[in-house]
């Protein structure tokens, strides 16, 4: 399992580091699936070039990215075919309504059984999360973006409090579940 769940993305020289390793392989060949689909109202459009900026700080080539609003599922053979999938913030219920209602869900949720790496921004993030029902359930606890304070940098310990908070400058990476749990950044 390879997830890095954050509130602002690669906001960070450290996440960004982090993401950089998870991929495993030079980011020239990174091949992107970029999800806007949470975006649906001004502020959070405004905010997907910063987005797509964090895949391209990276390193990985704008031709390499190609853009996937879930008007559709995916199914899992071609979810394969890239080496990330990065779901950008906005609003979380129409988000998740989208995931569920193409059934990209059961795709997504192969891919990360398949050690496919996924970045979650906001919205993004809270997917996985308590927060809605019928989340996609990859960590059994409320999530909290966007947090003046977050959790203490460290390992976490399975099952995890009742609410993990994120700020803007930290993220929760997910590896080898339920031993590789950690905050990283501040």
Same mark, same amino acid.
């Given at each position: ?7 602002? #993305? ?48 990276? #390193? ?38 989208? $995931?569920?209602?193409? #059934? ?12 496919? &790496?996924? $970045?979650g921004v906001s919205a993004g993030s809270l997917i996985f999360s308590n927060n &809605? ?14 947090? $003046?304070?977050?959790?203490?940098? #460290? ?18 990476v997910l590896r080898d579940f339920p031993d590789g749990m950690e905050i990283i950044?501040?």
């Amino acid at each position: 399992m390879r997830v890095l769940l954050t509130s602002a #993305g690669l906001e960070t020289e450290e996440i960004k580091e982090c993401f950089v390793d998870m991929a495993g392989k030079d980011m020239s060949f990174v091949k992107a699936l970029f999800i806007p689909t949470a975006a649906i109202d001004a502020d959070a459009i405004e905010v997907l070039p910063k987005c797509m900026n964090d895949l391209l700080k990276c #390193g990985i080539s704008d031709k390499n990215i190609d853009v996937f609003d879930l008007h559709t599922g995916m199914e899992f053979e071609k979810l394969q075919q890239y080496d990330v999938v990065y779901l950008c913030g906005g609003n979380t219920r129409y988000l998740l309504g989208r $995931i569920n209602e193409t #059934g990209f869900h059961k795709s997504l949720r192969a891919y990360i059984n398949d050690n496919g &790496l996924v $970045i979650g921004v906001s919205a993004g993030s809270l997917i996985f999360s308590n927060n &809605l029902e019928h989340n996609l359930g990859l960590i059994d606890t409320k999530l909290d973006v966007h947090c $003046i304070t977050g959790e203490r940098r #460290g390992k976490l310990a399975y099952p995890l409090k009742d609410n993990v908070k994120l700020t803007n400058t930290c993220a929760l990476v997910l590896r080898d579940f339920p031993d590789g749990m950690e905050i990283i950044g501040e």
